[in-house]
């Protein structure tokens, strides 16, 4: 394609890309792409029970497949936040899907828990690179009083994708087989590796790719000298564990605890993912609309709520009408699952214009080493003091982290989005 596209570059320009018709082909592109990525990776927290029986292991050693893939996480984030700063987020997210396509494949042939660990490992060390990319092409493409609701859209692809695997891939591991549900996510993934690298264009960004980062001992410093850097990422770290453990333990729990069954439990669980897709939307939209300045205490009040629905679901007794726990894991998805958009922007905006992914990939690093934790202990204090116990070591941070930041104002973001566009 020989289309010339506009630069994208952050703040001045910003405001006139948000003119630009390709802001929505930008959009669409991203979306697509994240609820693919989501599809792999949040699979593989859905597979955990399944891949628990097929190989006659315990829960703690099934759920190491979320720990080794986080883990590499943890290992390729931020040189893949640094290299997308200088090469542009096209090439380096579209090769990192190609590779998690191939790692699921290698997955579908895995026979004991060893293989399908270092599947995983290859897995989260790709898929590290589509948070930051498709988080910089928002920051570059869209103006500050647009960025929510882009963001919110682009997020909600997160639990789209979660709650179609939800749906499709324990029906694929129970009536085809194990497999079946893995080839399935090597294709997803390649199908949304060509779409990124076919459609999304960045255009003439010479400029864009010729950027410096920092280096991550200055970035530190930089980001750091804002007040609410840390406490906003501290919250960050307490609700990526309180999710992502959500994730990977709530269909074994609903049909162990609450006698829900496997298939009834999935089916819960994806209209909780349902749930959080309007929850991501509207909740950055509302913040940018009603509380302008003031993300970090959306963040955190949203928080409080996603921790009191998870609260309310560990309540639930064995046997509970289908519909009451429904109605709570709807609230749980709405904001649970509905925070993410509201923590991205707020380390996005307090971010160097040359380190946009870098900083991103530095705080997804961070929030990955609980991500990776966190499933494991979970499991691990489930197995030996019971659900009540597992439950409050997720809830209890979320609030403590939460509630120093009701009182956080961005004076400088406010005044950007009240003044002349």
Known sequence: MSTTIPSPVPEEAASRAGTDP???????????????????????????????????????SAALAVTAMNGTQILTMVSLGRAIDRHGERVVVGIAMVGMALAMVAAALASELIGLLLCMSVLGGTYAAVQPGGTRAIMRWFPPQHRGLATGFRQAAVPLGTMIAAALLPLLAVRVGLAAAAWSSAAVSLLGA??????????????????????????????????????????????????????????????DALALGMLGAASLFALAQLAGIPGRVLLPWLSDRLRPGRRSQS?????????????????????????LAAAVLVLFGIFGIGWFPLYLLDIAE??????????????????LIVMALGPWLFGLAADRFGYACAWALLIVPVVVTALPLLRSRDRALEARVDGPA
């Open 22 to 60: 390709y802001i929505w082909t930008v959009l669409t592109v991203a979306v697509a792409t994240q609820t693919a990525g989501s599809f792999v990776s949040q699979g593989v927290y859905i597979l955990v029970p399944f891949w628990r029986d097929a190989f006659g292991i315990s829960l703690a």
């Open 194 to 255: 060509l779409l990124f690298l076919l459609f999304y264009k960045e255009g003439g960004a010479a400029q864009a790719k010729r950027e410096t980062p920092l280096a991550l001992r200055q970035l530190i410093r930089t980001v750091g000298e804002n007040p609410r850097f840390w406490p906003v990422l501290r919250l960050g770290i307490a609700m990526s564990a309180f999710q992502f453990t959500f994730t990977a333990h709530a269909i074994g729990y609903m049909a």
């Open 299 to 323: 963040f955190a009040v949203t928080a409080l709520l996603g921790a009191a629905a998870a609260a309310a679901l560990a309540a639930l007794p064995a046997g509970v009408p289908a519909p």
């Open 350 to 367: 307090m971010a160097p214009r040359s380190s946009i992914a870098s900083t991103v990939s530095f705080a997804s690093t961070l929030c």
